[in-house]
């Protein structure tokens, strides 16, 4: 019998709880509420560095962000995913006989490299960072618009809290072309091999541009509003929220509101879109042998906190949604679990399920001794970090069991405590509690643990040491995949 093919689909800046299946009784997602209904639905799913390249990084190799040697997307951190890793995903299923393609963001440096795929369709939104490049979206929509209007024109950043509805017709969207290039895939590509498919939107990210459809019909629901903890007066600034790619600052209850529809209805369209695809597989008989993977690099703060997009260890930035549907010839898998899991722990459970022996370089776990209800194999924390981005202060370090979190921000000598079993959203910090001396004390040991083999600095092995005034720490690993195969830019 032929091996499982793969399908792995991602969105852009989706946080975990804009899902039915995740407790969200506002959105409708049907089509992935009926995938979670098929497969298993991680409670515990995080971002090991939430920000496009590093997140993107460690899903492709399997890596943590120090063996990839991509710390963030800022002054600390290596901005480019470049070339030369060992082993990618796409490359381990490739060199195993798999068709495989790339459809939408990848987000590679240089932008047309392959990284493993046999070939990539893209849409880099507004990134044109090698000589020439214009992506196949954007030359798509060139071809197709129906008048003199841009990708653009409806005046909202990349990274803006701006929202608005779609300004052009709604088959040039990007999401709707993401589908389609992936549906053209699976009916032209080899039947002899299996496939592995990553479909890869560029959205709910900013521009918040939902359809006109759905931006209003999440204008006249009754939105979540932010959630502000009583410790974040600290990014109330001002200047700071002036901008109109504001990082953090407090905006108005309607600002807010607007960029919530935009969001929402953004994830609504996608939803329907994936229903497009999803109901191919079921009808051509694809879907009986395939892995359906669903997840996000990262989430989106939202106005949480009065931060917006990611970088950060809060639940809004590096909590996000991971849903898993094995075939049912590999058995009964459980509806939900609570084991913590990161990206990179995508690559081994593929190769797990596929029967393919997974690499050395891979640092991740499979996730199907969990879906299969063994507890005992999961790991008792997870780690994620992000260098400096948009300001010193930001740079941090966080391990959780998905109950409890400590964080910790080295450039700045602060940390912070929170049970999320209690306090999902994080309005109160515990760290300086007197009866929490002892739980902050031990979640501190659990990232000295994690950093102290490195070497770098950060810990003397007893205490974290703080990165105040000194030298953004990098992976030197980075520097060494550079050294093989040095970028052509």
Same mark, same amino acid.
């Given at each position: 019998m032929?091996?499982?093919?793969?399908?792995?689909?991602?969105?852009?800046?989706?946080?975990?709880?804009?899902? =039915?299946?995740?407790?969200?009784e506002?959105?409708?997602?049907?089509?992935?509420?009926?995938?979670?209904?098929?497969?298993?639905?991680?409670?515990?799913?995080y971002?090991?560095?939430?920000?496009?390249?590093?997140?993107?990084?460690?899903?492709?190799?399997?890596?943590?962000?120090?063996?990839?040697?991509?710390?963030?997307?800022?002054?600390?951190?290596?901005?480019?995913?470049?070339? =030369?890793?060992?082993?990618?995903?796409?490359?381990?299923?490739?060199?195993?006989?798999?068709?495989?393609?790339?459809?939408?963001?990848?987000?590679?440096?240089?932008?047309?490299s392959?990284?493993?795929?046999?070939?990539?369709?893209?849409?880099?939104?507004?990134?044109?960072?090698?000589?020439?490049?214009?992506?196949?979206?954007?030359?798509?929509?060139?071809?197709?618009?129906?008048?003199?209007?841009?990708?653009?024109?409806?005046?909202?950043?990349?990274?803006s809290?701006?929202?608005?509805?779609?300004?052009?017709?709604?088959?040039?969207?990007?999401?709707?072309?993401?589908?389609?290039?992936?549906?053209?895939?699976?009916?032209?590509?080899?039947?002899?091999k299996?496939? #592995?498919?990553?479909?890869?939107?560029?959205?709910?990210?900013?521009p918040?541009?939902?359809?006109p459809?759905?931006?209003?019909?999440?204008?006249?629901?009754?939105?979540?509003?932010?959630?502000?903890?009583?410790?974040?007066?600290?990014?109330?600034?001002?200047?700071?929220?002036s901008?109109?790619?504001?990082?953090?600052?407090?905006?108005?209850?309607?600002?807010?509101?607007q960029?919530?529809?935009?969001?929402? =209805?953004?994830?609504?369209?996608?939803?329907?879109?994936?229903?497009?695809?999803?109901?191919?597989?079921k009808?051509?008989?694809?879907?009986?042998?395939?892995?359906?993977?669903?997840?996000?690099?990262?989430?989106?703060?939202?106005?949480?906190?009065?931060?917006?997009?990611?970088?950060?260890a809060?639940?809004?930035?590096?909590?996000?949604?991971?849903?898993?549907?094995?075939?049912?010839?590999?058995?009964?898998?459980?509806?939900?679990?609570?084991?913590?899991?990161?990206?990179?722990?995508?690559?081994?459970?593929?190769?797990?399920?596929?029967?393919?022996?997974?690499?050395?370089?891979?640092?991740?776990?499979?996730?199907?001794?969990?879906?299969?209800?063994?507890?005992?194999?999961?790991?008792?924390?997870?780690?994620?970090?992000?260098?400096?981005?948009?300001?010193?202060?930001?740079?941090m370090?966080?391990?959780?069991?998905?109950?409890?979190?400590?964080?910790?921000?080295?450039?700045i000598?602060?940390?912070?405590?929170?049970?999320?079993?209690?306090?999902p959203?994080?309005?109160?910090?515990?760290?300086?509690?007197?009866?929490?001396?002892?739980?902050?004390?031990?979640?501190?040991?659990?990232?000295?643990?994690?950093?102290?083999?490195?070497?770098?600095?950060?810990?003397?092995?007893?205490?974290?040491?703080?990165?105040?005034?000194?030298? #953004?720490?990098?992976?030197?690993?980075?520097?060494?995949?550079?050294?093989? #195969?040095?970028?052509? #830019?």
């Amino acid at each position: 019998m032929q091996r499982p093919n793969v399908v792995l689909i991602m969105t852009d800046q989706q946080r975990w709880d804009t899902l =039915g299946c995740y407790g969200n009784e506002v959105i409708q997602t049907p089509n992935l509420d009926w995938l979670a209904s098929e497969g298993t639905v991680f409670d515990s799913a995080y971002s090991p560095s939430p920000s496009c390249i590093p997140a993107r990084a460690c899903l492709l190799t399997g890596m943590d962000p120090w063996n990839t040697g991509i710390l963030g997307m800022g002054r600390g951190g290596e901005r480019h995913m470049g070339i =030369g890793f060992e082993h990618t995903l796409p490359g381990e299923l490739a060199k195993a006989g798999y068709h495989t393609q790339g459809v939408g963001k990848m987000h590679f440096y240089p932008q047309r490299s392959l990284n493993g795929f046999h070939h990539t369709v893209l849409d880099e939104s507004g990134r044109e960072e090698d000589p020439r490049f214009t992506s196949d979206y954007k030359q798509w929509f060139e071809r197709n618009k129906t008048g003199e209007y841009g990708m653009t024109d409806h005046g909202i950043g990349w990274n803006s809290w701006m929202a608005r509805p779609y300004h052009a017709p709604e088959f040039l969207h990007p999401t709707n072309w993401t589908v389609n290039e992936s549906l053209k895939f699976l009916k032209q590509r080899d039947p002899s091999k299996p496939f #592995f498919l990553k479909t890869s939107f560029a959205r709910p990210h900013s521009p918040y541009d939902a359809l006109p459809y759905f931006f209003e019909l999440y204008m006249q629901k009754n939105l979540p509003k932010a959630q502000v903890g009583e410790w974040a007066a600290m990014h109330d600034v001002p200047k700071d929220a002036s901008s109109t790619d504001a990082w953090r600052g407090v905006r108005s209850d309607e600002d807010i509101r607007q960029a919530r529809a935009g969001y929402y =209805g953004s994830i609504n369209h996608i939803d329907h879109q994936i229903g497009r695809l999803l109901s191919y597989l079921k009808g051509s008989g694809l879907m009986n042998n395939t892995v359906v993977i669903f997840t996000s690099d990262h989430g989106d703060m939202l106005g949480d906190h009065h931060l917006w997009r990611k970088t950060y260890a809060y639940e809004g930035s590096a909590h996000i949604p991971l849903i898993v549907k094995l075939p049912k010839s590999m058995g009964r898998t459980v509806e939900r679990t609570d084991a913590p899991v990161l990206l990179q722990d995508i690559m081994p459970t593929v190769m797990e399920a596929v029967g393919l022996d997974i690499p050395q370089t891979v640092d991740g776990k499979s996730v199907i001794g969990a879906m299969k209800g063994r507890s005992a194999e999961a790991r008792d924390f997870i780690h994620g970090e992000h260098s400096t981005c948009y300001s010193e202060e930001q740079e941090m370090q966080y391990v959780t069991d998905g109950r409890v979190k400590y964080i910790w921000f080295p450039r700045i000598g602060t940390e912070q405590l929170f049970d999320l079993s209690s306090d999902p959203y994080e309005l109160t910090d515990l760290a300086q509690r007197p009866e929490h001396r002892e739980q902050l004390a031990a979640w501190r040991q659990r990232l000295i643990s994690v950093l102290e083999p490195r070497s770098a600095g950060m810990t003397d092995g007893d205490r974290l040491v703080s990165q105040a005034g000194k030298p #953004f720490v990098k992976s030197p690993h980075y520097a060494e995949r550079l050294a093989r #195969f040095p970028l052509p #830019f």
